[in-house]
């Protein structure tokens, strides 16, 4: 029995072992051809393996085959698993079959399918191919035995938790289905919901409205902020968190939900004698931007009266890009002189958005970053031909909470010498994760590049540090979309002042 070592591609079957959905940061993905690197190095042969009591449990048979021919697609994306043995190496395709043993418990049954799942993608994508120095083959085994001993689909789950732990990899991880939901809002940039961010009251612990979302359903109804919610249809609050409330709140377009308000009066605290309003809403999609956008007047060093346009970007999900352009091309019509690019608290996101971004403040062949692949080779990604959208001069604001995709887009423009940077070192998030959709809704996030600056920076662990240090009295919370043409609150702030100043020396 050999062991095959060849180029090409791998699909296994049946369907329910492949993944629906994959994208680099929530990006989908086109079908791709996944590169075969070799047979796991089994001892022997997983079932003559198995442990004395795996005799009691059925076994699974997954059938996989290998193509050789590089051009071959997978039809399922990104989906990866596993080969054991080949019988010839001369044939174009060839089939294997993983065997292990099954769990009798349905549940924990079908969380083992997911844990070979995941464990064959990031066998074939995990940016360590020494898989933290240790056997990655193995862990399947060890982990495959432990599961046989979990009652529940929880337990199971927190196995493969276990198993990608020891990669000693934090943002290689497995999400399940309501957590995946909630990522995929975040990056879509859309919900089918009735328009409200919630959040805890920091000393009652009552779950308050933040801000309805502008021109949503809420919003119309009447909804505002600092509103607590007490009950949703016929269920009451109580003790419960963010998230389950906001699950509550989300639905398919054209459904109703009954809310129960409780409104302060005279712009009190809310108390147990405030009056409760009902509301019936009907959900609608709504669009979710991460730009908000406003002009700015101050009086430069010179005496001159000068207008910054302001453009506070909070995440980079899939309408970023849009949002902003469309912001920028609105402030350029207003006539500003400057502009202040505010990535504080800005965690990420699609990584193609924070290129996409980047691209409308550079002109030509620039490079915006360098990715290192699992086999250590740098490559860099440059801008083809660009035009940027303005050439007016930029500061852009960071912190410790920039992250990710805004360090990618504050190195582009730093290191290119579009941008000058105010603020605090940035986060340190050097790596980029792929995003995969598992059979049974959850998703597995795992690392597949790390990326350096435009000129070489290491950014992981590390950061961006800023040109000019600035501590602000106080960040502005993200407020919802909109062109304004001044906003008191930014005059207020440390570092948009900083930020002026610089731009009054160019």
């Known amino acids: 029995m050999g062991v095959l070592v060849a180029a090409g591609?791998?699909?296994?079957?049946?369907?329910?072992?492949?993944?629906?959905?994959?994208?680099?940061?929530?990006?989908?993905?086109?079908?791709?051809?996944?590169?075969?690197?070799?047979?796991?190095?089994?001892?022997?042969?997983?079932?003559?393996?198995?442990?004395?009591?795996?005799?009691?449990?059925?076994?699974?048979?997954?059938?996989?085959?290998?193509?050789?021919?590089?051009?071959?697609?997978?039809?399922?994306?990104?989906?990866?698993?596993?080969?054991?043995?080949?019988?010839?190496?001369?044939?174009v395709s060839e089939t294997f079959t993983i065997t292990f043993p099954g769990s009798q418990i349905g549940e924990v049954n079908a969380v083992q399918k997911t844990l070979v799942e995941a464990w064959g993608i990031v066998r074939e994508t995990y940016v360590d191919p020494t898989f933290n120095d240790q056997d990655w083959d193995l862990k399947l085994q060890e982990a495959l035995g432990e599961t046989l001993s979990a009652k529940t689909s929880e337990a199971a789950y927190a196995k493969i938790r276990s198993m990608l732990a020891t990669l000693g990899d934090p943002f290689t991880r497995i999400v399940n289905p309501q957590e995946y939901a909630s990522f995929r809002i975040n990056n879509d940039g859309a919900l089918e919901g009735v328009g409200l961010?919630?959040?805890?009251?920091?000393?009652?612990?009552?779950?308050?409205?933040?801000?309805?979302?502008?021109?949503?359903?809420?919003?119309?109804?009447?909804?505002?902020?600092?509103?607590?919610l007490v009950q949703i249809d016929d269920v009451k609050l109580v003790g419960m968190n963010n998230e389950e409330v906001a699950t509550r709140l989300r639905g398919r377009a054209g459904t109703l939900v009954t809310l129960k308000v409780r409104r302060a009066?005279?712009?009190?605290?809310?108390?147990?004698?405030?009056?409760?309003?009902?509301?019936?809403?009907?959900?609608?999609?709504?669009?979710?931007?991460?730009?908000?956008?406003?002009?700015?007047?101050?009086?430069?060093?010179?005496?001159?009266?000068?207008?910054?346009?302001?453009?506070?970007?909070?995440?980079?999900?899939?309408?970023?890009?849009?949002?902003?352009?469309?912001?920028?091309?609105?402030?350029?019509?207003?006539?500003?002189?400057?502009?202040?690019?505010?990535?504080?608290?800005?965690?990420?996101?699609?990584?193609?958005?924070?290129l996409d971004v980047a691209q409308m403040w550079l002109d030509g062949n620039e490079t915006l970053v360098n990715t290192i692949d699992r086999n250590g080779f740098t490559q860099p990604i440059n801008l083809v031909n660009g035009h940027a959208l303005t050439h007016d001069p930029l500061v852009v604001?960071?912190?410790?909470?920039?992250?990710?995709?805004?360090?990618?887009?504050?190195?582009?423009?730093?290191?290119?010498?579009?941008?000058?940077?105010?603020?605090?070192?940035?986060?340190?998030k050097g790596k980029i994760q792929s995003v995969t959709e598992l059979q049974d809704g959850s998703a597995l996030f795992v690392t597949v590049a790390k990326y350096l600056s435009p000129a070489l920076h290491q950014i992981d662990h590390i950061g961006i540090a800023p040109d000019v240090k600035c501590l602000p009295d106080e960040v502005l919370p993200i407020s919802s979309s909109g062109v304004g043409t001044s906003v008191d609150p930014l005059d207020s702030d440390s570092c948009i002042l900083t930020a002026e100043h610089q731009l009054d020396l160019h």
């Open 265 to 354: 009066g005279n712009g009190s605290a809310i108390s147990t004698a405030s009056e409760i309003t009902q509301f019936t809403l009907k959900r609608e999609t709504i669009l979710l931007s991460p730009v908000y956008s406003a002009v700015i007047h101050h009086v430069a060093l010179n005496g001159q009266e000068m207008k910054t346009g302001y453009v506070r970007l909070s995440s980079f999900s899939q309408n970023a890009a849009v949002d902003m352009e469309k912001a920028v091309s609105e402030l350029e019509e207003s006539g500003v002189d400057s502009y202040i690019l505010d990535l504080r608290n800005n965690p990420g996101g699609l990584v193609k958005a924070g």
């Open 9 to 91: 591609s791998l699909r296994c079957i049946p369907a329910l072992l492949r993944s629906r959905h994959s994208s680099i940061v929530g990006l989908a993905l086109p079908s791709v051809s996944l590169p075969y690197r070799h047979a796991p190095s089994w001892p022997a042969p997983l079932v003559t393996m198995a442990k004395s009591n795996w005799a009691h449990h059925a076994y699974h048979h997954v059938q996989c085959t290998i193509d050789k021919t590089p051009a071959v697609m997978l039809a399922s994306g990104a989906a990866a698993l596993v080969l054991i043995h080949s019988s010839s190496a001369s044939a």
């Open 197 to 228: 961010l919630i959040g805890s009251d920091r000393d009652s612990g009552r779950l308050v409205v933040l801000s309805p979302i502008e021109g949503g359903p809420a919003q119309r109804a009447g909804i505002v902020t600092g509103d607590e």
């Open 397 to 428: 604001l960071v912190n410790e909470g920039s992250a990710s995709a805004s360090e990618i887009l504050a190195g582009a423009l730093h290191d290119n010498g579009r941008a000058v940077l105010v603020g605090t070192n940035t986060f340190g």
